[in-house]
Each structure stands twice: as structure tokens, then as C-alpha cells.
């Protein structure tokens, strides 16, 4: 079967620090991922995406992600956080031979400190 | 109007109450989708629509029906809900078939049921 699975639930780091959100996925197939940002109240937004090419991709914000194809994982990344990025962050994955649908993870809350 | 919007943002009903949620996409789309977002879980897939003809419904209890009129509106339709209901229900619109593949999500209706 299909999963998603983002091992950190609640992530909490200081203001300017790096920080990294863990994705792995299974998978036989090729994948499409993705990473979502939801802040309170809101809709999931785009951070970033990987559908070929490169695997090292930049998104909004100043995040990025790298594809592991090896580990199946799509770890993101930020090099210094903002109190702005406090928020839930979803790892999403489309799989080739499942069509439009994404398969999401349970999310991760990232808290960010001063 | 820009991107997805839904209405109502919140909405209270008891359980023999008959409502409907409303999404509406204002980026050319035609896959339109469904998703129930609860605590601690990930999203859950509800309906899809591709060029206004259901393609996807995952056992979804048959309280809940959908309706599609066109590509850019989508309706769910809500009677005799319980209260495990209670979720935060997220429409989303996808280009199929541009190589893009990302869905863009609409902010969301906060349903209570008592």
C-alpha cells in the first residue's frame, strides 16, 4: 500500500537556527512529491515541489528539499528560521500509476522560538 | 476572486440538519477535489472530479454526496452527519494533464456538528 510517513509530529526550534522535517515514502513506482505549508486557519499552501530533473529543488521562503531516491525520502530544509514559519507541514506524494491522487502524511508542526 | 475559495468558513449543524459546502475555482481547472482534515491524521480524500464526471470516491459514508454543475464549482452536500464528522473539509483543483500536478487548496470550512 501507499503511505506517507513524516516521523515528527511537533518539531520546536530557535529563531535562526536550521532546521530539517523528515519525509519517507514508500514507493515501487515513480513519485511526484511535494511539501505543503497550512498556518492557522488557512488552506495548504506550495512550498516546493519534484517531478524530475534535479534533486536538490528550492521553494518559497527560502526552503528546500532533496529527493533520496536510494532511502525514499524527501527531507526539507531551512538554513535559518523565521518566527513566520511557525506553522503545520505536510509531505505529499503522487504516485505514477494512481493518477491525480496525493497521498499526505500526518503532518508536522513546526514551532519556532525567539 | 483569485485561486479557490470556499464558503461558508465555519459552519455549526446538528445532526439532522441538511447543509452544503461550497467550493469554487477561479484558475481554469478541471479536476476539482474533496478532503476531510481531522487532528492528528492525514488528509483524507474524499471525491474527485475530473471534467465535472466523478472519478474517485474512497467509502465515503452516503451522508455525504457531492455535486459538480460545472468545472469550476463544486458542492457537498451534508445530511445526518454524526458528530466524528467534525472536521476541517479542504477543496482543491488540479490541471490534469499539464505535467504540473500540484493541487492548489482552498482555505477551508470549519465543520461542527452537535
Known amino acids: 500500500a501507499q503511505s506517507v510517513t513524516q516521523l515528527d509530529s511537533q518539531v520546536p526550534v530557535f529563531e535562526e537556527a536550521p532546521v530539517e522535517l523528515r519525509c519517507n515514502y514508500s514507493s515501487s513506482v515513480s513519485v511526484y512529491l511535494f511539501w505543503y505549508v497550512q498556518y492557522p486557519n488557512q488552506g495548504l499552501q506550495l512550498l516546493l515541489k519534484y517531478l524530475s530533473g534535479s534533486t536538490l529543488v528550492k521553494g518559497i521562503n527560502g526552503f528546500e528539499a532533496e529527493f533520496n531516491k536510494s532511502q525514499t525520502s524527501f527531507h526539507l530544509r531551512k538554513p535559518s528560521v523565521h518566527i513566520s514559519d511557525t506553522a503545520e507541514y505536510f509531505c505529499?506524494?503522487?504516485?505514477?500509476?494512481?493518477?491525480?491522487?496525493?497521498?499526505f502524511g500526518t503532518g508536522t508542526s513546526l514551532t519556532v522560538i525567539p | 476572486e483569485t485561486g479557490v475559495t470556499q464558503t461558508p468558513r465555519h459552519l455549526v449543524m446538528g445532526m439532522t440538519n441538511k447543509k452544503s459546502l461550497k467550493c469554487e475555482q477561479h484558475l481554469g481547472h478541471n479536476a476539482m477535489y474533496w478532503y476531510k482534515q481531522s487532528a492528528k491524521k492525514p488528509l483524507e480524500l474524499m471525491f474527485v472530479y475530473n471534467f465535472k464526471e466523478q472519478t474517485e470516491n474512497n467509502s465515503v459514508p452516503s451522508r455525504f454526496s457531492p455535486e459538480c454543475p460545472n468545472s469550476s464549482h463544486l458542492f457537498l452536500h451534508l445530511h445526518t452527519l454524526q458528530p466524528e464528522d467534525s472536521a476541517l473539509y479542504l477543496c482543491a483543483s488540479s490541471q490534469p494533464g499539464t505535467g504540473s500536478y500540484e493541487q492548489y487548496f482552498g482555505p477551508g470550512t470549519r465543520l461542527t456538528v452537535t
Open positions: 505529499a506524494v503522487r504516485y505514477s500509476n494512481t493518477g491525480n491522487q496525493f497521498y
